[in-house]
């Protein structure tokens, strides 16, 4: 079985209830664990949730943060998932990652195949006018290199994570990726060509451009620079109110002051 893990941070309602209409729509057996990054966030949303996908075949777990006054972070909030589901492969999805039809069967199909460990899907955006050449990007580094990331809708053999969970601070994702591509021959990495499709809200609310030169930006600063996650995740968090401009200056004064 397949246990699908949503982290959510103060998610809009919409967005919750778009993605249990895809998951209703996949139509096989699964287990889907939403682990809520902030103490009982979705409070009366959860009979919601229950009744919306009671005759569907998901079987539905709620896990909340269980500590006071404290946010997880998204891998802290995926691990949290992790430990409390009971499917034999983990499948990481973002809530606004889309599968595709028969997605799930896909994985199941994949992983009849012993020697695979984890994969993942390519990728489009909701605007795709807007991303062609990023996705055209993105999708080639993730063929060529395993580079996986968050909206890839990242899939992993429970008995793999449960010595190799999610690290607890800022890019988990990238740096998982990382982890997988060390430990891991390519033959054991499966990435499937039909896409997710990835929310283009986020880009287009701060701007497309800026969030994606910003995001290259990090990237390079950690690849190339070996600038610290802490000063990376306080870049990222501010970006959305600066100029270009700006976070390239930001990211000169990083990259100087190392």
Same mark, same amino acid.
């Given at each position: /079985? !397949?246990?699908?893990?949503?982290?959510? %941070?103060?998610?809009?309602?919409?967005?919750?209830?778009?993605?249990?209409?895809?998951?209703?729509?996949?139509? $096989?057996?699964?287990?889907? $664990?939403?682990?809520?990054?902030?103490?009982?966030?979705?409070?009366?949303?959860? #009979?919601? !949730?229950?009744?919306?996908?009671?005759?569907?075949?998901?079987?539905?777990?709620?896990?909340?943060?269980?500590?006071?006054? =404290?946010?997880?972070?998204?891998?802290?909030?995926?691990?949290? &998932?992790?430990?409390?589901?009971?499917g034999d492969v983990l499948l990481f999805l973002?809530?606004? =990652?889309?599968?595709?039809? +028969?997605?799930?069967?896909m994985i199941s199909d994949i992983l009849k195949?012993?020697?695979?460990?984890? &994969?993942? *899907?390519?990728?489009?955006?909701?605007?795709? *006018?807007?991303?062609?050449? =990023?996705?055209?990007?993105? +999708?080639?580094?993730?063929?060529? *290199?395993? +580079?996986?990331?968050?909206?890839?809708? /990242?899939?992993?053999?429970?008995? %793999?994570? +449960?010595?190799?969970? %999610?690290?607890?601070? %800022? /890019?988990?994702?990238?740096?998982? #990726?990382?982890?997988?591509?060390?430990?891991?021959?390519?033959?054991?990495?499966?990435?499937?060509?039909?896409?997710?499709?990835?929310? #283009?809200y986020k880009y287009i609310k701060h701007g497309?451009?800026?969030? $994606?030169?910003?995001?290259?930006?990090?990237?390079?600063?950690?690849?190339?620079?070996?600038?610290?996650?802490?000063?990376?995740?306080? /870049?990222?968090?501010?970006?959305?109110?600066?100029?270009?401009?700006? !976070?390239?200056?930001?990211?000169?004064?990083?990259? *100087?002051?190392?």
């Amino acid at each position: /079985m !397949i246990s699908i893990i949503i982290p959510i %941070f103060r998610a809009i309602q919409e967005d919750i209830f778009l993605q249990l209409d895809s998951l209703i729509q996949q139509d $096989i057996e699964c287990e889907l $664990i939403i682990s809520d990054g902030e103490k009982d966030f979705l409070g009366s949303l959860v #009979s919601m !949730i229950s009744d919306y996908i009671s005759s569907s075949k998901i079987s539905l777990i709620i896990v909340n943060n269980p500590l006071d006054h =404290t946010v997880l972070s998204r891998g802290e909030s995926m691990n949290l &998932g992790a430990e409390h589901s009971h499917g034999d492969v983990l499948l990481f999805l973002h809530l606004d =990652t889309i599968l595709p039809q +028969n997605g799930l069967q896909m994985i199941s199909d994949i992983l009849k195949d012993d020697r695979i460990i984890a &994969g993942c *899907f390519l990728k489009r955006y909701s605007h795709p *006018f807007a991303f062609g050449i =990023t996705e055209w990007i993105l +999708n080639l580094r993730t063929i060529l *290199f395993n +580079n996986i990331v968050g909206t890839n809708a /990242m899939f992993i053999r429970r008995d %793999f994570f +449960n010595k190799n969970p %999610f690290s607890k601070g %800022f /890019m988990e994702d990238v740096i998982y #990726s990382d982890m997988l591509r060390k430990k891991l021959s390519r033959d054991k990495i499966f990435v499937i060509s039909e896409p997710v499709v990835v929310s #283009s809200y986020k880009y287009i609310k701060h701007g497309v451009m800026k969030r $994606i030169l910003s995001n290259f930006l990090i990237m390079y600063l950690y690849r190339i620079h070996g600038i610290a996650l802490e000063d990376l995740e306080k /870049m990222y968090r501010s970006a959305k109110d600066q100029s270009l401009y700006e !976070i390239y200056k930001q990211g000169c004064r990083l990259i *100087f002051s190392k």
